[in-house]
């Protein structure tokens, strides 16, 4: 299958003062088409700034990455950001003040898709995550599972080579958590992009074709086996 995430070498390095701070010390992995990558760390283990480093927020200090064949600079940012990467967020980051469907045109805005072709696919986007009854509703009449499916919709409009997904079962309760799971697993596999999920959740494991850690800044990149053709009742 073809890459399309890779990290090689990433470094990152903030300043303190007079002190450096080393939070990313050579971290590499890669994500291919298709496939599910866990990536688990205890906090402060350099997750949150690798996952803003392969979504195209931060620059490394040193080091390569490459999304969908791209190689990334400061000057690609933003292009590659809105062309080929999906977030899905811990919080949802839904706008309130807008509906299921809107939250997800809005996003199809960001990539230059506007009008009555931006409803056509918002909506088939809901549709496919089994929100299609519930586009209208705003945020507020949406329970938190539903508000992350709304997220996953939006994360998935113009098929993004690659979704990045930080702790997204973290605020749900274990059963509506499985579902997220195995709703990810599904889209994945039917839309062919790529997905790492950033997450402390075991169950994640389940949905996994690998798992690797990081500690220190630095990946284990033998990490371990998924189980993505496990049940997830079986894993829980």
């Not at 009008?115 to 549709?127: F, H, I, Q, S, T």
């Not at 997830?232 to 829980?236: G, H, V």
């Given at each position: 299958?073809?890459?399309?995430?890779?990290?090689?070498g990433?470094?990152k390095?903030?300043?303190?003062?007079?002190?450096?701070?080393?939070?990313?010390?050579?971290?590499?992995?890669?994500?291919?088409?298709g496939?599910?990558v866990a990536?688990?760390?205890?906090?402060?283990?350099?997750?949150?700034?690798?996952?803003?480093?392969?979504?195209?927020?931060?620059?490394?200090?040193?080091?390569?990455v490459?999304v969908?064949?791209?190689p990334?600079?400061?000057?690609k940012l933003?292009?590659?950001?809105?062309?080929?990467?999906?977030?899905?967020?811990?919080?949802?980051?839904?706008?309130?003040?807008?509906?299921?469907?809107?939250?997800?045109?809005?996003?199809?805005?960001?990539?230059?898709v506007r009008?009555?072709?931006?409803?056509?696919?918002?909506?088939?986007?809901?549709?496919l995550v089994?929100?299609g009854?519930?586009?209208?509703?705003?945020?507020?009449?949406?329970?938190?599972?539903?508000k992350?499916?709304?997220?996953?919709?939006?994360?998935?409009?113009?098929?993004?080579?690659?979704?990045?997904?930080d702790?997204?079962?973290?605020?749900l309760?274990?059963?509506?958590?499985?579902?997220?799971?195995?709703?990810?697993?599904t889209?994945?596999?039917?839309r062919g992009?790529?997905?790492?999920?950033?997450?402390?959740?075991?169950?994640?494991?389940?949905?996994?074709?690998?798992?690797?850690?990081?500690?220190?800044?630095i990946?284990?990149?033998?990490g371990?086996?998924?189980?993505?053709?496990v049940p997830?009742?079986?894993?829980?």
């Open positions: 299958m073809s890459l399309v995430l890779e990290a090689t990433v470094t390095t903030f300043a303190d003062g007079k002190n450096a701070v080393h939070v990313l010390r050579g971290a590499s992995l890669d994500v291919a088409r496939e599910i990536l688990e760390g205890r906090s402060g283990s350099g997750k949150t700034t690798l996952l803003s480093i392969l979504g195209c927020i931060l620059t490394p200090t040193a080091g390569r490459v969908d064949g791209t990334v600079d400061a000057r933003v292009d590659i950001r809105r062309r080929s990467i999906g977030f899905v967020f811990q919080q949802f980051n839904l706008f309130p003040a807008l509906t299921a469907v809107e939250n997800v045109e809005y996003a199809l805005g960001l990539k230059g009008g009555k072709p931006a409803r056509r696919e918002a909506e088939e986007m809901l549709d089994g929100l009854d519930r586009r209208d509703f705003l945020p507020r009449d949406l329970s938190g599972g539903q992350q499916r709304v997220a996953i919709a939006r994360a998935l409009v113009r098929q993004p080579a690659v979704i990045l997904a702790e997204p079962t973290a605020n309760d274990t059963e509506v958590g499985a579902q997220i799971l195995d709703l990810f697993r889209v994945t596999r039917q992009s790529g997905l790492l999920v950033v997450t402390h959740d075991p169950r994640v494991r389940a949905v996994a074709d690998r798992t690797l850690e990081i500690r220190d800044g990946i284990n990149r033998s371990n086996s998924g189980k993505g053709n997830l009742c079986l894993a829980s």
